[in-house]
């Protein structure tokens, strides 16, 4: 369908950057998802893509053209917004074919176009209906729908799933990308949700004050994470930072001990380790300090422990309960330990 490529993209209104030095290569069919906070700039950059916003610098190219002085409307782009951004006063068989009439579609194929398009998202027997008679999801897919049905070279997703609630955002997410699948069809997908990144993406690129902290599949973004900020980012609950000092492989904090890290760094660090790579108790605990909570959630116990003034998070099992104020002892899988710069919050492989 469409390569997109982003060569020294940026933007800026007078002296506020918005996105700084974006450079990226979308692949034909790639589900690529842009994650971080708001305000960082990753639906400016979709906006970009879409040409509704244009670049102060650097080049956008689909399937090797520029495209930056090509109108919105001739990009053969499809965008499904936050806000469904239905026709109040037309049925959803008529929100989905306006694409269709305002692109000159002839109209002998718009049934046939509409039909396929609500059978993808299961909406087929909700056609003669107005969207205020439809659930936020059932509105959702009817926005999915109409853009389907243009049969775009690319799909633009700016936080579709936001106002869903958790069952829901689920089943839309499988529904997403099974249809992405389906019709193989590039799409960039703007989202603030790490759940949804991780579910969704081929790859994530992960953003913050304009700028691209990593790329990379969701397992390499999990697994190997470039800096603190994507390493806080990712995970749920985030992977545990904590700041000490590094002596001769020996890593130590208030109430924390770590010997035989495998490297030759000395000074300030920050040591992480994500709450699944903790068990409670063991005879050699790397942590130890008082149980500040305990949640069950039924397949598994969130411990949270304070060593020194530091939280730290520990998945347990779905059995373990512990009386506040009690002494937890941590231990760590010494293979997934982190270790990153203190000062440039840089990894230190």
Known sequence: MARIQLNNIQKRWGAVWGVRDVNLDIADEEFIVFLGPSGCGKTTTMRMIS?????????????????????ARDRDVAMVFQGYALYPNMSIYENIRFPLRMRG?????????????????????????????LSGGQRQRAALARAIVRQPHVFLMDEPLSNLDAKLRQHMRVQIKHIQRELKITTVYVTHDQIE??????RIVIMEKGAIQQIGTPDEIYNDPANTFVASFIGSPPMNLVEGTMAGGVF???GIKVEGLPTKFDGSVTLGVRPEDCSVG?????????VYGVEPTGDMTYLTVKAGEK???????????????????????ETRVYLFDTGTGQRIH
């Open 282 to 290: 063991g005879s050699a605990a790397h942590l130890s300090g008082s």
């Open 51 to 71: 040409g509704l916003e244009d670049p102060s610098e650097g080049e956008i190219i689909m399937d090797n053209e520029v495209m930056n002085d090509v109108d």
């Open 252 to 254: 130590t904090a208030p």
């Open 311 to 333: 939280l730290f998070e520990v998945k347990a099992d779905r059995d373990f309960r512990e009386e506040l104020n009690a002494t937890a002892h941590v231990s760590f899988d």
């Open 105 to 133: 579609v002839p109209k002998d194929q718009h049934d046939r176009l509409i039909k396929r398009a609500a059978e993808l998202v299961e909406l087929t027997e909700y056609l003669d209906r107005k969207p205020g008679a």
């Open 197 to 202: 990144a991780m579910t969704l993406a081929d």
